[in-house]
């Protein structure tokens, strides 16, 4: 599979940002989702979106060289997996990943909500528990995310899955699933994009689940002291305030 590969210079964070150590030697290998607003923008020129400016920050600050290879989500995961890949982001902690990966100290904000259409589910919001919402709904969410990772461990009764959040998005309008589990930031974006109002959506959070870098083990064998660097200098760089 041909893949867009963007390598980024760090000209101008290099610039502004005080580094503590000489450039590396190597170049970091990540895999990211190919789209994901507003954390992963896909541009013809490159990668960018809030999530690619907030790893740029740390890369900056430590002087280390990396690459972004634009992926289906599950590519990105299995490339990092087998070693072609150094990590993947932006990700939430999971026990599967944790076999093969280390996650580093979180700093992109994700809060998760169930998203129903009001027309179909009239009631107040304080009749959706999640258990209720366990027990009495079909739910959906994205292939390969940590959200449906959620779903299928907690035993919801899962109506669909997809790579791309808006087709579960018209899945959701024309009622093959009750509620989409999805990021509030996303969700939001994705409304005001078709000129929609979140007055339509009623949403009950799950919780907050914030994301930072998968490192392969593969790689912080090779490379022990890497990942304490690199969160000693997420502070300065983290969305989560």
Known sequence: MVYLKIVFLLLLYLLICPAIQAESSYTVKLGTKVAWPPYHLDLKSGAAGIAVEALDCVMARIKQPYEINKLPWSRAQALTKSGALDGFFSASQSDKRDRYAELSSVFIPQIRKFYFLKKYFPAQLQLYSIDYIKVNFTVGARFSSNAMNYLKINNYNIGAEHLSETVLMRMLD????????????????????????????????????????????????????????????????SLIK
């Open 174 to 237: 024309a009622g093959r699933m009750d509620a989409v589990l999805e990021n509030s930031l996303v969700f939001a974006l994705m409304v005001k994009n078709k000129n929609r109002s979140m007055d339509e959506y009623l949403s009950v959070e799950v919780g907050k689940k914030n994301m930072g870098v998968y490192f392969s083990k593969k790689f912080l064998d090779l490379h022990p002291n890497f990942l304490t660097l690199f969160n000693a200098n997420i502070p300065p760089c």
